[in-house]
């Protein structure tokens, strides 16, 4: 029986065990769905970026080509990215092979149900297996669905593959099927050309060369549609794939959803095995508080039964030994009664002795004989409170009350508290059964002390107590005796209360002290409290002062990365600046070394205009005034003022206007020196240049 039991036990984890197991790898699984979904979703992310036009350029080539520094470092970085987007996809790559090999790995760890025998609570054991079996199902429908979706990746990867390919056959196609037109029109032609040709010998070699490039263009035409055909094979193959690919599709979309709901139905299922358990444990919860109370009022009723059963052993003990001593007090005093009779001639001494020995019997008769009236009051106390015992647990035992067991395991099926129960009643019948012993054994013992009362207090025994002092002799000796004994009872009272002051005083100093001790020990409690207080308080002074630094710290890091942001843009705003003076300054530089060089060019046009004036002036007047010359109409002549103006405005450099300004008017004024100032009328406008706005600006 008791390995029977140890089996159920064993077989009882088992089952609570595969449950959790279950419910473990349900959860497990659920979570590499979810997973699996993000690692999707991460891969079509993934493979957008990889099919991005900016993974596609060949950056190697522009950093080779660029010559800006800072734009080749971005270049560079963007490179790298590349870089590292192609090696996650291939990491990604080997990582879902790596699931796909390792997918065969859950199926072990689920089939552990067959194992497990019938548990003793049905329904745990059934949900268990059920969920086992679930899981089992689920585990094989992610390896048939991984296995799918790794044929349909490495389908999809084919014919992405192939797609070049495929571009590449199109393009054949649509030449080859011109080429193939372009040939039958020339073979028509040449057909045509055949049967419209004379019988002669000219056109006989003509018409046999064209038959000759009509076999030709025939053979060539059956090759190409040959090739035509392989092609269109090809790509007939590349639709069957693709017709697989999209049915293989299918069929994971439909075991997604296979696995969807079977991971809702386990969820409901255990969602309903926790409901079921949770009702079960509350009902559990509130069986072990009724237990609790029931323990408590069982253990309260052992300790007062104890208590009981101590304190009627004590009285038993007490009421045999005055029962013992009242029995040889009567023998003692049948025996001085004997000898009594046999010593009543004898002397002074006698008699003493003779009524000493005679009150003493009569004492110790009369006390033994007030005990056992006592100790018989309290063993009948004794029985009452036996029978009230007795008819409390009887009414329990008929009101279905009874308080189990204490409970030694968490979780009890309602076979195993009916067994408690059951047990319980068997232990309150015996705690009955051993109080009505208890309440027999009072009724013989309160039997015998009657019996004993009785024959000592019999009708006889005070009418002829007195009868044995029958002299003053003898009345003296007993008076004598008894006022001795009176004094020394009296005396061992005195020290009994002096004793009994003396412990009480003694228990007061002990009280006071403990007291003391106790006020003592709370003050220091109550110190120590405060100096725990005290403590904490530094310690979150001290965490605040430091949590404020560190605030202080990260502000002033802040401040200075802020100031130093500020610096850094006033200089970059004064490099601007600097950079758009210096660009204007360069223009300006420019428009001056162009403005310089029209100078230049301007002097020497100056300088052929007035050696041809010079030479002009040594002619004739006859040609001056010719009406062949060119210089019918003189005009006036301009002012010097006019050309520095104009230069003025065109915000040309200072010194170049005044030179150019200077030589202008200064050269009339030396050729009016040699030719003299009667020659004004002979005078000839020099041709300005037209300087042009775009060229100063």
Known sequence: MEKNQSLVEENEKLSRGLSEAAGQTAQM????????QANEKMNAKLEELRKHAACKVDLQKLVETLEDQELKENVEVIRNLQQVITQLSDETVACMAAAIDTAVEPEAQVEISPGSSRSSDAFT????????????ELVELNKALALKEALAKKMTQNDSQLQPIEFQYQDNIKNLELEVINLQKEKEELVLELQTTKKDVNQAKLSERRRKRLQELEGQIADLKKKLNEQSKLLKLKESTEHTVSKLNQEIRVMKNQRVQLMRQMKEDAERFRQWKQQKDKEVIQLKERDRKRQYELLKLERSFQKQSNVLRRKTEEAAAANKRLKDALQKQREVTEKRKETQSRGMEGTTARVKSWLGNEIEVMVSTEEAKRHLNDLLEDRKILAQDVAQLKEKVESGENPPPKLRRRTFSLAELRGQVSESEDSITKQIESLETEMELRSAQIADLQQKLLDAESEDRPKHRWENIATILEA??????????????????????????????SCADMQKMLFEERNHFAEIETELQAELVRVEQQHQEKVLYLLSQLQQSQMAEKQLEESVSEKEQQLLSILK????????????????QQLLRENKIMKQKLNLLQVASRQKSHLPKDTLLSPDSSFEYIPPKPKPSRFKEKFLEQSMDIEDIKYCSEYSVNEPEDSDGDGGDGDDEEWKPTKLVKVSKKNIQ
Request: a neutral charge; proline letters at 0%.
């Open 577 to 592: 600046c600097q950079d758009e003076e210096l660009e204007k300054m360069q223009e300006v530089c420019e428009q001056n």
């Open 29 to 36: 699984l659920e979570r590499i769905i979810l997973t699996e």
């Open 125 to 136: 054991t059934q949900h268990a297996l059920r969920q086992a079996q679930m899981s089992k």
């Open 476 to 505: 003296k000796c007993a008076l004598k005796y008894l006022i001795g004994e009176l004094v020394s009872s009296k005396i061992q009272v005195s020290k009994l209360e002096s004793s009994l002051k003396q412990n009480k005083a």
